[in-house]
């Protein structure tokens, strides 16, 4: 079982920066990707960003060089960095898991980012 605790979502204005933190605990099989997906009202979750399964990161279009994932394994800590926040980036950020082996995937509550013009 593998449990996530997001933080750092806040209201900031457009330009600005916040720094998201997923604090994971539990364990799956060792193959799996993780990654930081977001969903805005009335609209579909989407993927922001993400580490594959050799820990190459991949990212949205939208992201367009604003925004960095990392971890830090020895804390099970994912981060996402986010830079030149424009309102449209405003939504409920996730962390999430996917087990590969299995093709199950383990979510957090979210943590609401809210971008003001």
């Known amino acids: 079982q593998v449990q996530f605790v997001e933080s750092g979502g806040d209201l900031v204005q457009a330009g600005g920066s916040l720094r998201l933190s997923c604090a994971a605990s539990g364990s799956t099989s060792t193959i799996n990707v993780i990654g930081w997906y977001r969903q805005a009202p009335g609209k579909l979750r989407e993927l922001v960003a993400g580490f594959g399964l050799d820990g190459v990161i991949s990212y949205a279009d939208f992201v367009q060089g604003r925004f960095t994932i990392s971890r830090d394994n020895a804390k099970n800590m994912v981060y996402l960095q986010m830079n030149s926040l424009k309102p449209e980036d405003t939504a409920v950020y996730y962390c999430?898991?996917?087990?590969?082996?299995?093709?199950?995937?383990?979510w957090g509550q979210g943590t609401q980012v809210t971008v003001s013009s």
């Open positions: 999430n898991l996917h087990d590969a082996w299995t093709k199950r995937d383990y």
